[in-house]
Nanobody
Framework: QVQLVESGGGLVQAGGSLRLSCAAS????????MGWFRQPPGKEREFVAA????????PYADSVKGRFTISRDNADNTLYLQMDGLKPEDTAVYFC?????????????????WGQGTQVTVSS
């Protein structure tokens, strides 16, 4: 079992930045690839970024490439998402998730553990 708790969400103006954190506990953090997903209002949950279990491999959704950066600190059991150049269309609830495999991946079905989410709202 892996418990995940996101933090760092909030309200920001377009062009601004936020840094999301995801604190993990339970099973060994470094055994899992991790990912960030988001769910905009009235839409399906979608992939944002992922990172392999030891930090290698960081696929991103095309919509955030060049603006968001995923990273992890296995010594501190924490996953991060640095979000720069935020746009109103980035408004969503952001979830961190732990995959059942070590390789980074974009498929929701391969993520076994999920946090409760943190709201990010970008005003125009």
């Amino acid at each position: 079992q892996v418990q995940l708790v996101e933090s760092g969400g909030g309200l920001v103006q377009a062009g601004g930045s936020l840094r999301l954190s995801c604190a993990a506990s339970g099973r060994i953090f470094s055994h899992h690839a991790m990912g960030w997903f988001r769910q905009p209002p009235g839409k399906e949950r979608e992939f944002v970024a992922a990172i392999g279990s030891i930090g290698r491999g960081t696929p991103y959704a095309d919509s955030v490439k060049g603006r968001f950066t995923i990273s992890r600190d296995n010594a501190d059991n924490t996953l991060y998402l640095q979000m720069d150049g935020l746009k109103p269309e980035d408004t969503a609830v952001y979830f961190c998730a732990a995959s059942s495999i070590v390789l980074p991946n974009t498929r929701k079905e391969l993520y076994r553990y999920w946090g409760q989410g943190t709201q990010v709202t970008v005003s125009s």
